[in-house]
């Protein structure tokens, strides 16, 4: 599902329906995440990730978007060279995971250690100060692109 969502990210010639297409992929990565018994991670995916970049590249698109939605993306009909640069990319990859022995690490027991309390505990005590310091500057991000988008008058 992630993969075929991202392909409709890059493929979609309406930017609206391409931002929607990025949501899923980012739920598909969260459903990965859950695969692998990461359930902080998968969470954070879908808060961080999903709900608030998503929605605020939703909401930059919308704002900066002049004209027709629907013919939004036209240089998606180049995807043949993006697709065997992702294939050439990935066969590289491979090679050297597949011929390096060395990187191979032996599975071990899960501890327990990082759960989402450990975590959640370490973010809302120890790291409190840049974890706000963070939010108030993605909020101020986010007023600034909309004072951006909505264009200031000049005054004498």
């Known amino acids: 599902m992630a993969v075929a969502a991202a392909w409709g990210v890059v493929t979609s010639k309406n930017i609206v329906h391409s931002a929607f297409f990025l949501a899923l992929t980012f739920a598909g990565v969260a459903v990965l995440y859950v695969l692998l018994n990461a359930d902080f991670l998968a969470a954070v995916q879908l808060l961080v990730y999903m709900g608030a970049v998503n929605i605020m590249v939703i909401f930059a698109v919308m704002l900066t978007l002049r004209g027709d939605v629907k013919e939004s993306s036209l240089e ?22 597949l011929t390096n022995a060395d990187w191979r690490i032996p599975a071990q027991a ?9 975590i959640s505990e370490l973010m809302l005590k120890s790291y409190m100060v840049p974890f706000e310091a963070a939010a108030i500057l993605l909020t101020l991000a986010l007023v600034g692109a909309v004072i951006l988008a909505k264009g200031v008058k000049e005054s004498k």
């Open 76 to 97: 998606t009909k180049k995807w043949g060279l993006g697709a065997l640069g992702a294939a050439l990319v990935f066969i590289m990859i491979a090679l050297v995971i």
């Open 110 to 118: 899960w501890s327990g250690q990082g759960s989402a309390l450990a």
